[in-house]
């Protein structure tokens, strides 16, 4: 894994050098927007889906959080995006920036009200982006929602190469494809967020993928 970064159990990715932050498909509002469609889901019933922000603060050094996209569900909400903030804020920690994903609609006329960046954001020599082609520059991104099977359940990743990390979708109710098949990540290394620890699960593709090695959290045994 790339010096530059540390993989947190809580679907962030930290960039040590400048104590960044990143966390891509957060969907806030969904439990909302699944109640406008018909879904029968309570109100009042959802804790505050960015609550593992305040736990992964707890124990890692971050000063700034940067949205790689799919900040929202159905479209920008300004009052749900001023209690992130605030959230944000309680824990020391600035909402620095958010790249606009393609479930971030209506974007553009809140650009005075929040810190959108169209054309991603730079932390050292990588570039946060929602989507990105394949070329020669370091990428972080998000918008796959990547998942692995791990004990009979599917389980948010990471998937990583020397110069492409894409993370897992921050929200627990985002929907994750396994990737342990997906010919598009062969030759990347998976990284499973199992409980409190992040677990490398070898390389995609490879008959030794299926032994996983620890590499935050408790030791294996």
């Known amino acids: 894994m790339n010096a530059e970064w540390m ?17 891509a498909d957060l969907h806030l509002g969904y439990a909302e927007a699944r109640r406008r469609c018909g879904d029968a889901i309570p109100a009042g019933t ?48 600035t909402l620095s920036a958010i790249v606009p994903g393609n479930h971030d609609r209506g974007w553009r006329k809140h650009e005075d009200r929040l810190p959108f960046a169209p054309d991603g954001v ?41 110069k492409r990390i894409v993370l897992p979708a921050f929200s627990l109710d985002a929907a994750g494809g396994s990737v342990a098949s997906n010919p598009r990540w062969f030759g990347c290394r998976a990284y499973a967020c199992d409980g409190d ?14 032994r996983p090695r620890r590499l935050l959290g408790r030791t294996r045994r």
Do not use: Y
């Open 197 to 210: 620890a992040v677990q490398d699960m070898g390389a995609i593709g490879s008959i030794t993928n299926r």
């Open 122 to 162: 730079e932390l050292g020599e990588w570039l946060v982006a929602h989507d990105a082609p394949d070329d020669s520059r370091p990428v972080i991104q998000g918008h796959h929602h990547p998942a692995w099977p791990l004990r009979g359940r599917r389980v948010p990743c990471f998937v990583a190469s020397a």
């Open 46 to 93: 959802t804790a505050d889906p960015w609550l593992p922000i305040a736990d992964a603060r707890k124990r890692f050094a971050f000063d700034r959080l940067v949205v790689a996209g799919d900040m929202f569900e159905r479209a920008v909400d300004l009052e749900l995006a001023e209690r992130f903030r605030a959230f944000l804020l309680s824990i020391d920690v």
């Open 7 to 23: 993989l947190l159990p809580e679907r962030l990715a930290v960039h040590l050098t400048t104590r960044t932050a990143v966390a």
